[in-house]
């Protein structure tokens, strides 16, 4: 599968984005996908993570109230929205996707998890 995030951009804090990440080449529905981002200086951690029927979602305790991740398997999108931003969350964020079994309808929160990325979006949070 093939992964393309967009949606980043410049913001102010207490302002709102929403990332996507278009999926193509497989069947959207057979991954469990998640955001990631690196933050200047820093490791790359989760953000939020979904499992393949949406049905499980995981947040990282620093965005969790303001951020949440959907997908849409009908259009094969992933999506992060992302409101009351603050300059913390300033980062380059990546979606990933991990290939499942439908029987295992679980999120998956470490990087080594994942074996597809999309290129990162870089979302700037202004003071």
């Known amino acids: 599968v093939q992964l393309q995030a967009s949606g980043g951009g410049l913001v102010q804090a207490g302002g709102s984005l929403k990332l996507s990440c278009a999926a193509s080449?497989?069947?959207?529905?057979?991954?469990?996908v998640g955001w990631f981002r690196r933050a200047p200086g820093k490791e790359r951690d989760i953000v939020a993570a979904?499992?393949?029927?949406?049905?499980?979602?995981y947040y990282a305790d620093s965005v969790k109230g303001r951020f949440t991740i959907s997908r849409d398997n009908a259009k094969n999108t992933l999506y992060l929205q992302m409101n009351s931003l603050k300059p913390e969350d300033t980062a380059v964020y990546y979606c990933?996707?991990?290939?499942?079994?439908?029987?295992?309808?679980?999120?998956?929160?470490?990087?080594?998890?994942?074996?597809?990325w999309g290129h990162g979006t870089l979302v700037t949070v202004s003071s």
């Open positions: 979904i499992s393949w029927s949406g049905g499980n979602t």
């Open positions: 080449g497989h069947t959207f529905s057979r991954y469990a």
């Open positions: 990933a996707a991990k290939r499942v079994i439908i029987t295992n309808d679980i999120y998956y929160t470490r990087e080594g998890n994942y074996g597809y």
